[in-house]
């Protein structure tokens, strides 16, 4: 017997099968790419933060993940462009996390400025603990993005700042626009210079030890 079929209801085609298989090949391809990529800009953080990003080669960073020099071309054309796309990632996800920070209060009817900036603190500990090889390339290796690159970045990490500086002058309206500016950036290279020390006090010491430092510094007298 043939197969039934309700009345209205479309016919699947041999063409419409395949249109979706092939959609969902696609995305598979694409979600793969995804995460080599992923894998080849973790794997050139940890290098450039070792070998600095002169001494960085694609195909050191390519062998790290299992693929050939050639290719790492499929997915940056060069070096320059690898070490953009890693300090732009950083400068992305910090101004997106600081974001979902005050979305996350507002959307639960807000909350008290000193818990946002606390939060805002516990944000940027927690990803500079666990991520210290990107922090380091972001700070020594920031001078070799080419212009463009480094426009972006310094625009994103303004951005990220200023976020910060809202919340600090809710809570010390006194301090004024330019001390606030300024006492977030010393405390966000304080939260930064945790890279330095994670490898012999360990994760959890520097992250509670960062806190409230961190804290200190802008709640200062």
Known sequence: MGRHVSVGQPIPSALTIDGIKECKMATQRKRAKERRRQELLAAAAEIMAERGFHQTRLGDVGAAVGISGPGVYRHFDSK???LAEILIDISVRLADGARDVLARHRDTGGGAPEVILSDLVAFHVEFAVTEPDRIRVQEREIRNLQAQALEKVRSLQRTYLSLWADVLLQCQPHLGRKEARLR?????????????????????????????MALASLWAD
């Open 184 to 212: 977030v950036q010393l405390t966000a290279g304080l939260i930064n210079s945790s890279r330095h020390v994670i490898h012999w006090a360990g994760a959890d010491l520097v992250q509670d030890q960062a806190t409230r």
């Open 80 to 82: 320059e462009s690898l």
